[in-house]
């Protein structure tokens, strides 16, 4: 469903992260703007270039099914988020390799929720992953057992220097429903004082994944994100829906850009 929603406030309300309510695991590690430990060895390293971040609050309980298992959602205020992140994926590299030609820079777009395990670690768990090269989706589904999907994807710049627009448009191949996918349109605004909600949403370290039965935890670091201001123009979407999450009501209540950052993966590590 197309929307053009009013632009966000230009001071929102900083909630404050709070622990999941559940003995699965103990106090969530501090969020934190860089990485809390450094990634050694790095096994492999990518550009995430013109971001931009939408999310939804939703209850707990409704997405706590969909997480690996040794995980909870993770919460601020008592809700946890849904996000929609799509992006330009710049330059993956192999360890100290030179970066992958052609294969290693492609669009995508994920979707993804908020975790924390018993060892205390905050992550995202992806429920999609669109991406515009097929090998990369291969590899990552075989490796990783990561949700990742074929799909025609395109990330335009529009608007001016003093002004930018970013559209991005996407339109599942493989696997079904063929088709799947929508658009997102926004006009970039002037830089964002990062607040508690903010680095709760983007200062992730590390991914959740479920993998041959049992759950992984693959850390990353990279530099604090440098966010701005976005206004959403227009929105488009069934890939929430398609991943399983519950229904959003209306437009976001975050909608965040960044001009991007290269973070780097270190091995992956068993979830106790």
Do not use: K
């Not at 309980?61 to 298992?69: K, Q």
């Not at 992006?87 to 975790?115: C, H, K, Q, W």
């Not at 493989?174 to 709760?200: C, K, N, Q, T």
């Amino acid at each position: 469903m197309a929307t053009s929603p009013p632009r966000q406030p230009e001071h929102p309300e900083a909630p404050h992260p709070s622990a999941p309510s559940s003995p699965l695991s103990p106090e969530p590690e501090p969020v934190t703007r860089t990485a809390p430990r450094p990634v050694r060895p790095a096994l492999l390293a990518q550009g995430w270039l013109d971001l931009t971040f939408l999310h939804w609050p939703v209850e707990p309980a409704l997405v706590a099914p969909l997480l690996p298992p040794g995980t909870v959602p993770d919460t601020i205020d008592g809700a946890t988020y849904v996000g929609l992140v799509p992006f330009r994926m710049d330059r993956i590299s192999l360890g100290p390799r030179p970066a992958i030609p052609y294969f290693g820079s492609f669009a995508e777009t994920n979707v993804r929720l908020y975790s924390v395990d018993r060892a205390g670690r905050r992550g995202v768990v992806f429920r999609s992953l669109e991406a515009a090269r097929l090998l990369p989706v291969a590899v990552a589904r075989a490796a990783f057992a990561l949700p990742y999907m074929w799909a025609r994807m395109r990330v335009e710049r529009l608007g001016t220097a003093e002004h930018p627009e970013f559209r991005y448009t996407t339109a599942r191949r493989v696997p079904g429903p063929r088709g799947a996918g929508g658009s997102v349109h926004i006009r970039v605004g002037p830089p964002y004082e990062a607040d508690d909600l903010a680095d709760f949403l983007t200062a992730r370290w590390g991914l959740h994944v479920a993998w041959h039965g049992r759950t992984l935890y693959l850390p990353n670091e990279h530099p604090p994100w440098p966010l701005r201001h976005a206004e959403l123009l227009a929105w488009e979407d069934d890939l929430l829906v398609g991943a399983g999450l519950p229904p959003v009501s209306g437009p976001p209540v975050s909608v965040l850009f960044s001009p991007g950052v290269r973070t780097r993966f270190g091995p992956p590590l068993r979830c106790p």
